[in-house]
């Protein structure tokens, strides 16, 4: 169930033209599990040019003082460079986004599906009592 719902709540930010938060949000996710140092380099650029970067095509809308910090943390990448970013958008996605897709068509179809039917509960019941 739980893969349905993110992938409605996906379908529900690319209806909003605001994809590029979860995408970033999974993005760093996946960046922090990278066990090998030597490419979180390459990762951590890939990232920060699809998302925060000036001229991003996926760019995800934070502060600038946590730009400049995300941008700071480039010059030595670890495993946490992005944490403040992904936080910031974290927040975002819990206090805007999620909020509207609790309201949306989208949610209340996911819900309905999730539901057994009344009619399909009941007849167990009655064929025990034929």
């Known amino acids: 169930m739980a893969h349905y719902g993110l992938c409605a709540f996906t379908a529900f930010l ?71 970013a992904q936080h910031k958008i974290y927040m975002l996605m819990a206090k805007d986004c999620y909020p509207r897709f609790l309201h949306s068509q989208a949610y209340k179809d996911l819900v309905c599906h999730a539901k057994p039917s009344t009619k399909a509960s009941k007849l167990p019941q009655q064929e025990k009592q034929v």
Do not use: V, W
């Not at 650029?45 to 502060?63: H, K």
């Open 14 to 84: 690319i209806s909003e033209f605001s994809e590029e938060n979860i995408a970033f949000y999974f993005a760093c996710e996946d960046y922090k599990k990278t066990r090998s140092p030597a490419k979180l380099p390459a990762k951590a650029q890939q990232i920060y040019y699809e998302f925060i970067g000036s001229e991003a095509p996926r760019e995800i809308n934070i502060d600038h003082e946590t730009c400049d910090i995300t941008k700071a943390n480039m010059q030595d990448p670890s495993s946490t460079c992005f944490d403040l």
